[in-house]
């Protein structure tokens, strides 16, 4: 991937606009599929998993969760579909036109219930050294424990929208690669031993990783279903912001250091 701090605002608007091009091309497909028993994404809000936070170690599975409730039927997801299509039948209104018109507004504002394992500060090796040294000491750990991140070439939305365009495999099994990524990065950065006046930074950095892990990964599983991919890309835009937010303390917390 990019260095997180690259990134800007233009990903998110086309993320979403990616997501308003599933949708649109979906319609009508996804309302029939939903009339005969299709399951798609839940109404549910993105949330940690408590239990096991606090065990970090260098495994590369750290943070990954096993449970899969995104494939669960959703009556609110179905209700918009189905209702909407019925509405315009029923008005005597529904085109192409106004068919893609309202796929366009369809998963706008939901979420799909993601879940990662966070740690908390009792999980962290801290120093009660808060020096400038400390915190140079504590910079080139994390340019090491990082490293896993540079393997990542290529902005996850990109690889994704590829695999919208071709339907290869291979893009999702890179979109798994590069969460691997971000899991081990996370895992690595867990261990370091972090000043104490740096531990939300730390906490922000890892949590943040294995929360965008996750969220590459359910993408890559739900690729096929146009809804379940529409909603999941809400959850990319906030799981990338909370990385870019979590990269921009770290520099602030390294700006604010004097010698």
Excluded: C
Excluded at 76 to 84: F, L
Excluded at 156 to 173: H, R
Excluded at 193 to 201: I, K, N
């Amino acid at each position: 991937m990019e260095h997180p701090l690259g990134r800007d605002i233009s990903h998110i608007k086309l993320t979403a606009a990616l997501a308003v091009l599933i949708l649109i091309g979906a319609f009508v497909w996804q309302t029939v599929a939903l009339l005969k028993g299709k399951t798609v994404a839940g109404t549910y809000v993105a949330t940690p998993v408590e239990s096991g936070a606090q065990n970090v170690t260098a495994d590369p599975n750290f943070g990954l969760s096993y449970s899969d409730p995104i494939s669960a039927v959703s009556d609110n997801a179905i209700g918009e579909v189905v209702g909407a299509y019925a509405g315009l039948q029923q008005e005597g209104i529904y085109s192409s036109t106004t068919g893609a018109q309202v796929a366009g507004t369809i998963g706008l504002g939901l979420q799909a219930p993601v879940t990662y394992q966070p740690i908390t500060a009792s999980a962290l090796k801290t120093s009660l050294d808060t020096s400038y040294q400390a915190m140079m000491g504590y910079r080139a750990a994390l340019q090491t424990s990082l490293k896993p991140l540079l393997n990542n070439t290529t902005p996850e939305y990109e690889i994704f929208g590829l695999y919208v365009q071709t339907k290869d495999q291979k893009y999702l099994d890179e979109l798994h690669s590069a969460a691997d990524n971000y899991r081990a990065a996370a895992a690595s950065t867990a261990l370091v031993t972090t000043p104490q006046d740096a531990v939300q930074v730390e906490l922000g950095l890892v949590n943040s990783m294995n929360e965008f892990a996750a969220t590459l990964d359910q993408l890559a599983d739900h690729a096929s279903d146009p809804i379940a991919s529409s909603v999941l890309l809400e959850n990319y835009n906030g799981a990338e912001n909370d990385v870019l937010s979590a990269f921009q303390a770290l520099v602030t917390y390294e700006q604010n250091k004097t010698q």
